[in-house]
T-cell receptor
Framework: AQSVTQLGSHVSVSEGALVLLRCNYS??????LFWYVQYPNQGLQLLLK??????LVKGINGFEAEFKKSETSFHLTKPSAHMSDAAEYFC??????????????FGRGTQLTVWP | DAGITQSPRYKITETGRQVTLMCHQT?????MFWYRQDLGHGLRLIYY???????DKGEVPDGYVVSRSKTENFPLTLESATRSQTSVYFC??????????FGPGTRLTVL
């Protein structure tokens, strides 16, 4: 069964517009949740993570995400897109949080395009 | 420089050849991972290791072999490369069961 579902393989926004990248997960126990960004020909860089505590987490480059247990979602947002945000974004989950060996399950990725 | 490195960055080989991809980290992280990235699949775990001499299979281990004799190194070997193993391979390491740090990747083409 798919652990992480990213809705929309491609998202396009205008510069200055709201960025919303959707992620839903499946886990029978409280998960750890992550968003990674990948720029062309580079590795993955952590944007933000949720483990425990505050459900609204802030990351680098003005991104934030909110863990909503009732909706099993962890959507990524940024109020105002910048051209440099164009990249591929991956949502990932460690099912069972710290009780597992840190096996990350990735979504299939969302390519973000930012138009001038 | 400290961090996680992979070599080679690019590799072209032929079907049936043995290929080894290297991964080295300088943080002394206990956990190390190998993923492959393919269009439409995201990243899929091949093998992982919780410590030196401890390895285990991930989602897609067939055709791959790993070893971990030293904490800092985690080589991935394709014993007899196939075209379906053409992919981008990422190594990652982690000090805990949470955040993973990724290397720059190795782009492998099997002809």
């Amino acid at each position: 069964a798919q652990s992480v579902t990213q809705l929309g393989s491609h998202v396009s926004v205008s510069e200055g517009a709201l960025v919303l990248l959707r992620c839903n997960y499946s886990s029978s126990v409280p998960p750890y949740l992550f968003w990674y960004v990948q720029y062309p020909n580079q590795g993955l860089q952590l944007l933000l993570k949720y483990t425990t505590g505050a459900t609204l987490v802030k990351g680098i480059n003005g991104f934030e995400a909110e863990f909503k247990k009732s909706e099993t979602s962890f959507h990524l947002t940024k109020p105002s897109a910048h051209m440099s945000d164009a990249a591929e974004y991956f949502c990932a989950v460690i099912r069972g949080g710290g009780s597992t060996l840190g096996r990350l399950y990735f979504g299939r990725g969302t390519q973000l395009t930012v138009w001038p | 420089d400290a961090g996680i490195t992979q070599s080679p960055r690019y590799k072209i080989t032929e079907t049936g050849r043995q290929v080894t991809l290297m991964c080295h980290q300088t943080w002394s992280h206990s956990y190390m991972f190998w993923y492959r990235q393919d269009l439409g699949h995201g990243l899929r775990l091949i093998y992982y290791s919780a410590a030196a001499d401890i390895t285990d299979k991930g989602e897609v281990p067939d055709g791959y072999v790993v070893s971990r004799s030293k904490t800092e190194n985690f080589p991935l070997t394709l014993e007899s490369a196939t075209r379906s193993q053409t992919s981008v391979y990422f190594c990652a390491s982690s000090a805990t069961t949470a955040e993973q740090f990724f290397g720059p990747g190795t782009r492998l083409t099997v002809l």
